[in-house]
């Protein structure tokens, strides 16, 4: 399905405070039409879909919450400009059956190893990411500056 696609942070029922912010600015949680939802109501498990630009990059992306929209997507801001899009694209968007991972491998920097607990750093952060496939680079802010 082909939808138009916008930054989370353009998405106008959205109040950008302290606790919600991280939900727009990290993740891969995106915001998708009510018509998904019809589409996938016998489906059991979660629902995770491939994101394909015109740029022919692709990533995945998980469910944040499905909304009245028509024909509209909202990915984190990140996503687009890791995409190569612009607010107002046409993006491809296609369901896709994931495995269960059952590895994941971390390269911290050294700065990072140094922080008082990094092991909750990272599952703290971890929250806001329905899925992760090989080769996903992902930043964590540890202070707000």
Known sequence: MKLTCFPK???????????????????NKLIVPNQFLHSFQNRTGPLFFI??????????????????????VFLPDWMLEEMLISPGDKIRITTVAVPNGT???FRLTPEFVKLSDPKVIIEYHLRYYSILSVGDIFNIQVLDT
């Open 9 to 27: 942070s353009y998405y106008s029922s959205i109040t950008v405070i302290k606790s919600r912010k991280k939900m727009v600015l990290e993740g």
């Open 103 to 105: 590895f994941i491998k």
């Open 51 to 72: 994101i394909t630009a015109k740029t022919n990059i692709c990533m995945y992306a998980g469910v944040d919450r499905f909304d009245e929209l028509k024909d509209t």
